[in-house]
Structures are given as C-alpha cells and as structure tokens.
C-alpha cells in the first residue's frame, strides 16, 4: 500500500486522475499529501475539495530548482504525513537533494512527450515545431537530470494535421490520466525492477 | 506514376517491400532501378531477381557521404533510368549535391525509430540502451542533415523486457514495410503537402 505525496505546481489535473484512480481501486495506495511551490496553485484547491491536506511550500529564490532549505521543508512534510512515495504532477522545478536522495527510486515523473523527445518546457509546442508524426507520454523515474531518469512506461497518440499546441496538449493530458495510474499499479503491486536505465515489469 | 529509384547499401529489405508493394498496386508507381555503393550489397541480387535494372556506384574515398563525382554519377544514372522519386532504403551515406539538390523534395529516407529520438547508426541499440518502452519507425524527406527532414508518417511499435539488438531490429523492420508503402501511396497520389518542417496529408 503506497502512501502517495504529490508535488506539484498547478492546475493538478494528474493529481485529480490519481486521486480518482485511487477511489476506484486501481492501484494499491492512497494520496495523502498535495505539497505546491506555488501558493495560489489549483492542486492545492483540488486536494482541499478532495480531503486530502495540501500545503504551499516556498522553495526559495530559484525557480527552477527545489533544493537546500525549501527541499528540506518539503522533505520534514512529506515525513510527517508518512509518504513512503512521491508523484510529481506538473512540478516545474528540478528535483535537488535532500528531496532527491530522500526519496531516490521512490519518485516518479510523467513527461508529456516520447521521451528522450521532447524534454523540458513545453513538449507539445516542441513537437508541433518539429513536426512529429507520433506524440505520447513518459512515466519515469526521477534522477538527477531533466526529464532523463529510468522509464516504466510510455503511451503514443497521434498528432492531427490540424491540432493546435492546445489541442495536442490536450490528447497528450487524457493519455497522462491512463498512464500514470497504471503506472502507479505496476509500482504499488510490486512488479517493477529497476536495474541501471532499464525497468522491467515482471509478470502477474 | 512515380518511377522510383532506390539507393541502398545493404540486404534491401525495404526495397523487396516496395517492389513487392508496387505489384499488389499499393501505390501508383513503380521500381525503376536499384542503385547500391557497395558492390556486393544483396539490394542488387534482390533487384536481378526482381528483373530491375540494378547498378553498383562508386561513391568515392569518404564513406559517409555520397557526394561531388560519386553523387553525380548516381544522377546520370538515375536520369537514364527515368527517375522522378528516390527512395533511400538501407542507404548508408548522408546524401549531398549534386545528389541532394537533384531530387530536392522528391527523395525520402525511413528510420528506425520515432525521430527526433535516436537518430543515426543503429537506433534499436541506442533505444535498448536509453531504456524506451515505444520505438517505431519514420518516413521523412532527405534534407541536408542526418535523418532530420519533414516527417511523413510515422509508425509505433513496443519495446518488450526480454528484446534483444535482433529482436527490436526485427520488429521495427516489420513495421518499416508497411510504413513504406504507405508513405508511397500518399505521396503518389499527391495528398502530401509540404510547408517548412509540417507534411500535410490532404484527405482523399
């Protein structure tokens, strides 16, 4: 049974998802945290709806890197709501230790492209750019680069003729809210190995 | 009607795919020559079996490259035999002018996986390695650069735990005949449109 804490940092769709997956069953564990940089962000709204505690944290003056003093409050928080398990849903900050060696291999990211596609900022836009056939989702392990950790899963839509960054973001997201959950199944049911980059999925 | 030259140095199974293809009318063209630059490349016995003018070239000192006398002389020959399409299967030079400049939106490349992941040698291998969970394949139009032009089309196929260089390589080659053709069929009955780095397919 994981204890799921999730980090994010705003609208919380992917921790809406999770939340209702949960509900139903569909993996083994419960959300019991909701912790954002961003004070006024929409996650924490969805976790006060959802009865779940959620708090901002202030991850000092980098925006770009959770790290020294604003990771270790994230990490004293996560402790204290016993979160054994950390979801990133949209935390648009570099993961740096403590939170980072505190919760190695017991943290995952989902990236809205086919990874090694596509890092960083903005997938969707840099997949329109390119002009990308084939779009998709990564579920990941969180390590010390960007977007670059050991990947348990990825999901491939297509890209329309005529999508919009908008409209391909979108199909990209209704992916995200399948794969993390089933991600979160292969993980809280234990049948995840990771061995250097590669993670295996051991059978039923 | 397209009469498609093709460039390949090594076993040719892409061009047996669309030989193959062109006499079920799975597109409106057909195999006009073989051209390889390696002498005893099986893309040439395959073309003689096939009863398609086949013709080893010289391509010069740097093998990286079919360039100055080397592409020229693929020219010529290529105009002899009527080509107005190339098709590069296997083709193990970047391609240069006057090669390039020659067949300038009228040449196209397919790749081992979903670029702009794992471009050059042997993406199956750099896929195995980076740990992806999708590979595919990519029909895209030669450009200047390496395996970088506009994507046509572009097909996925999964990544299992237990695949092998050989076993990803023959899945992906699987998907790459398929892939072919029907990248042929829409550019030969004119429902592609190229804009900048965006290939439109036109409905029917």
């Given at each position: 049974m994981l204890n799921i804490g999730v980090l994010g940092s705003g609208n919380g769709s992917n921790f809406q998802a999770i939340v209702d997956a949960a509900k139903r069953g569909?993996?083994?564990?419960?959300?019991c945290c909701a912790v954002s940089d961003?004070?006024?962000?929409y996650i924490l709204e969805r976790a006060s709806k959802a009865g779940i505690p959620g708090r901002h944290i202030d991850c000092g003056p980098s925006k770009s890197k959770a790290e020294g003093v604003g990771a270790e409050k994230i990490v004293e928080y996560m402790r204290g709501c016993d979160v054994d398990f950390v979801v990133l849903a949209g935390f648009m900050r570099i993961v740096k230790d403590p939170l980072l060696s505190e919760f190695s291999g017991r943290m995952i990211n989902i990236h809205p492209?086919?990874?090694?596609?596509?890092?960083?900022?903005a997938s969707w836009k840099q997949a329109l750019e390119y002009g990308v056939k084939v779009a998709g989702c990564t579920v990941h392990y969180v390590d010390a680069?960007?977007?670059t950790g050991p990947i348990v899963l990825q999901r491939c839509i297509p890209v329309i003729d005529d999508d919009t960054p908008e409209s391909l973001h979108a199909r990209i997201q209704k992916a995200e809210h399948v794969a993390y959950p089933e991600a979160l199944n292969l993980i809280s049911s234990g049948r995840v190995e990771v061995a250097g980059r590669k993670v295996r999925i051991v059978k039923d």
């Open positions: 569909e993996f083994e564990g419960r959300v961003v004070a006024d962000a492209s086919l990874l090694p596609a596509f890092p960083g900022l680069g960007m977007d």
